[in-house]
């Protein structure tokens, strides 16, 4: 009998994991919750909660896991200038009222978008994690309130010229 080659195991590991990625925040948060703590399982649940607020353009996700007194800043890549615009400053209310239009009819974002969540650090009270989402990267601080999390800062760039 011959014996099953550790690479070609590897392999197969590998080609069984690449199915389709299941969006659902809830199931995938669900199966990453193995080695989680509660606290990395916060900070996840605000940044995908942040994600499927504005792809699903439902504000209740927005109110749920920014805080009210939002600090966001971005720089977008201007494709006819060849240069980035920007820092461009936005509140709260101007991320819920955006919400609520930006993929109204589903044309920026779909079930197949984008939608990935990188946790840096999580300490007692602070914590940072990256989003990586169809409109380009966002670096988020979050803050723990009572024994939930809410992100505070956000620092974003459109997708660079040469991704």
């Keep these: 009998m011959k014996k099953f080659s550790p690479l070609l195991f590897l392999l197969v590991l590998c080609l069984c994991s690449c ?7 809830e199931v995938l ?34 109110v749920r896991s920014v805080h009210p007194d939002l600090k966001k800043r971005g720089f977008w890549f201007s494709k006819k200038k060849g240069s980035y615009a920007g820092p461009a400053d936005m509140s709260f209310q101007q991320l819920v009222d955006l919400t609520k239009t930006w993929n109204k009819d589903g044309s920026r974002a779909n079930e197949e978008s984008v939608k990935k969540v ?11 994690a990256k989003v990586t989402a169809v409109w380009g990267i966002d670096y988020m601080h979050l803050a723990k309130e009572g024994d939930k999390w809410v992100i505070m800062n956000i620092l974003w760039q459109s997708p660079p010229p040469n991704s």
């Design 19 to 25: 199915g389709p990625v299941d969006t659902d925040h």
């Design 29 to 62: 948060a669900a199966s990453l919750s193995d080695g989680m703590t509660e606290d990395e399982k916060g900070v996840h649940r605000a940044a995908m909660d942040y994600l499927d607020g504005l792809y699903k353009a439902d504000t209740s996700f927005i």
């Design 118 to 128: 990188t946790i840096y650090e999580v300490l007692d009270k602070t914590a940072a």
